[in-house]
């Protein structure tokens, strides 16, 4: 069974910083991309950042030069630093995943999502 566990989050003043991160676990034979969405209060879910497997990326224009995305690939593992928070950041943040099986079977997860709250 293929499984993603997230960790961060949490209440931060404006200005703040906090890191999120999500490692995958299970069977699997590659993960194909990681990345982070987030839905904000009485919003759809958004991109926020993912990487694919070959380094290339995206990233929503609202975090650029805010949040930085970066991947262990020996851990199977996500990271999402986030610098210079605004309270219009206060989201559920999930980690997103697609990977292949050990039947190379292509899979997408999501993780129960972590709240950041980003207020004085």
């Known amino acids: 069974q293929v499984r993603l566990m997230e960790s961060g989050g949490g209440l931060v003043q404006p200005g703040g910083s906090l890191r999120l991160s999500c490692v995958v676990s299970g069977s699997i034979s590659s993960v194909d991309a990681m990345g982070w969405y987030r839905r904000a209060p009485g919003k759809e879910r958004d991109l926020v950042a993912v990487?694919?497997?070959?380094?290339?990326?995206n990233a929503a224009d609202s975090v650029k030069g805010r949040f930085t995305i970066s991947r262990d690939y020996a851990k199977n593992a996500v990271y999402l630093q986030m610098n210079s928070l605004k309270p219009e950041d206060t989201a559920v943040y999930y980690c997103y995943t697609r990977v292949r099986t050990l039947t190379e079977r292509s899979l997408e997860l999501w993780g129960q999502g972590t709240l950041v709250t980003v207020s004085s």
């Open positions: 990487i694919y497997s070959d380094d290339s990326g």
